[in-house]
């Protein structure tokens, strides 16, 4: 496999491949079970995040088995989709950003290969934590279809699975947030240290907590990712139908040495 999809809430269909079946891949932490397939003449391997089903929530996903899984099948490169919120008011429900920045709240998931011991103590560079080649494919995929997408954002994570107070929101949005969700952490992590090339859409579900009208519900999330689910999937497609096919960005250079972590 070259490339990955990570899909979020609503993308749980790897529509776009042929030749597809599901298979199982054991891992340090547990079996995940990706559909693989063919797409425009690429090898490309699909993993719902939430679980085919929708029935794994935000801080109990598999994201070390999930990463080690998909560098096990020789994928580079992940794609990923994520449901968020907003806290900018230029980032409107239904509008697309490549996020390009995140803040880490989250507090209580396994959230790097590197415990110490005989791998040492790995520090990893995250100035850019977002591929900037996948990032540009997906602005440029975006661009030719007329989707809008913002160049960049800053995704904050949180723990969940609760939505957050309106008083965490106006912090986040002090702190220099734009989106808000419960997933892109770990994952965005993971994939460096492996070694993976990593960029997320983002897609606006709805308004953060305090600035949307009223409550906010998991199942308003999900129906306008349904509104949005041929958009994304076009995107998608066109994204995977244009990536170079071979890697030319620094993600590789600022990865640590991780082979001896990923062997059997
Ligand atoms: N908060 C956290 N996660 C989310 C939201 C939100 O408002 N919308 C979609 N995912």
């Not at 269909?13 to 003449?41: Q, S």
């Not at 996903?61 to 580079?76: D, H, K, M, Q």
């Not at 076009?234 to 990536?243: D, T």
């Amino acid at each position: 496999m070259e490339i990955a999809i990570i899909g979020g809430t609503g993308v749980y269909d790897p529509a776009m491949l042929t030749e597809k079946r599901e298979i199982k891949v054991e891992t340090p932490y547990g079996m995940i079970t990706p559909v693989v397939g063919v797409f425009a003449g690429r090898k490309v391997a699909f993993l719902p995040r939430h679980g085919a089903d929708h029935s794994v929530p935000p801080h109990r996903i598999n994201y070390l088995a999930n990463i080690w899984g998909l560098r096990r099948l020789g994928v580079e490169r992940v794609l990923a989709s994520a449901a968020v919120g907003s806290l900018n008011p230029q980032m409107l429900p239904g509008e697309v950003v490549i996020i390009d920045q995140f803040i880490d709240f989250t507090k209580n998931r396994p959230h790097t290969f590197f415990e110490g011991g005989e791998f040492g103590v790995v520090h990893t560079d995250f100035t850019e934590p977002y591929c900037p080649e996948l990032r540009k494919v997906l602005l440029a995929a975006a661009e030719e279809l007329g989707i809008k997408a913002h160049d960049g954002g800053v995704y904050v994570c949180t723990e969940g699975p609760r939505f957050e107070t309106p008083a965490e929101i106006r912090m986040f949005a002090q702190l220099g947030g734009d989106l808000v969700g419960m997933t892109n952490l770990p994952e965005v992590v993971l994939a460096r240290e492996a070694g993976l090339c990593y960029a997320t859409m983002a897609i606006v579900t709805n308004f953060a907590a305090g600035i949307a009208s009223g409550p906010l519900s998991h199942q308003e999330v999900v129906e306008i990712m349904a509104e949005n689910s041929q958009r994304l999937q076009k995107l998608l497609n066109r994204a995977l139908a244009i990536m170079p096919k071979e890697r030319s960005c620094p993600c590789q250079k600022v990865a640590p040495p991780a082979e001896k972590i990923f062997e059997e």
